[in-house]
């Protein structure tokens, strides 16, 4: 059974976020409410890797055609929670996870739903730009047709590397390896292909992590255009990337016994300014992390 994961988009704007009951449990001074509709939901998540608890407890709303960044110390379970919401974790053996993570009120870890499905509406970039050893056509034309998507191929292509800002840079070289490319231009590759296979959600580890300061701007400002079509959760090691294009903030932190909690949620600019818990503060003020 393949999970129906088809896009909603602004039809839906006024609804009422559902988890009134989870935010009544969160701690009001750390767990904000978003505004317009969630289009993931993670409830009272715990994941491990065997017998060692990467998070523990975590609960958030992730809200459609706006970027979420995940920020904390390394280690804090950022990576382990963004992979969660497409289940890409499942690749480890020794995973599991304990509470819910839904998808447009459907649970991605239940019975029946296909990971492969969610993996290609919920896509993933990642750290280090990971083209294909083939031409910068069939990197993006592969996801197309991996998955069967009907369409004219050429099309899907030009629009994907449009949408990713590439389109000018390759247009006249689709057939050249895409290895030739600058690292600034296989992260917005990678981003082309994963927008080939359209999806509804873009995840993002650390996308600008091995891109020198203007290849990330251009990755930044990118982003700010995706999010017009499309919801982001980003992974950053970077405060002023996260205060430059995210729309909300989560900040985690290792607990004592090296469980991953998530410590705040709000608006990045309320995040930012006025964090409500003194860790947080200690954190973006570079006290430490």
Request: net charge negative; with cysteine.
């Amino acid at each position: 059974m393949v999970v129906d994961v088809s896009r909603r988009r602004t039809a839906d704007a006024g609804a009422e976020p559902p988890l009134t009951s989870l935010r009544e449990r969160a701690a009001p001074a750390a767990i904000a409410r978003i505004e317009g509709p969630a289009v993931i939901e993670v409830e009272d998540l715990t994941a491990y890797y065997g017998g060692f608890r990467a998070l523990d407890d975590v609960s958030l709303q992730v809200p459609e055609r706006q970027i979420t960044a995940l920020i904390g110390p390394s280690g804090c379970g950022k990576s382990t929670l963004l992979r969660c919401l497409n289940r890409m974790n499942d690749l480890v053996k020794t995973f599991r996870i304990e509470g819910r993570v839904t998808y447009r009120g459907i649970d991605l870890y239940g019975k029946g739903v296909d990971p492969v499905e969610v993996r290609r509406r919920i896509g993933m970039v990642f750290q280090k730009p990971n083209p294909f050893p083939k031409s910068i056509y069939e990197n993006v034309a592969f996801g197309v047709k991996v998955n069967g998507i009907k369409g004219n191929v050429g099309e899907i292509v030009e629009r994907s590397l449009r949408a990713a800002a590439l389109w000018e840079d390759v247009h006249d070289k689709l057939d050249q390896s895409a290895l030739a490319l600058s690292g600034g231009q296989q992260q917005r590759l990678c981003i082309a292909r994963a927008l080939a296979v359209e999806p509804d959600v873009i995840l993002m580890d650390e996308p600008c992590s091995s891109l020198d300061p203007i290849a990330t701007l251009k990755i930044e400002d990118l982003m700010r255009e995706l999010a017009k079509e499309y919801t982001i959760v980003i992974v950053t090691h970077n405060m002023q990337q996260a205060a430059r294009v995210a729309d909300y903030t989560a900040f985690l932190m290792m607990r004592p016994d090296r469980a991953g909690e998530l410590v705040e949620f709000h608006d990045t600019d309320t995040l930012f300014t006025m964090p409500r818990d003194k860790r947080t503060e200690d954190y973006i003020t570079g006290r430490f992390g």
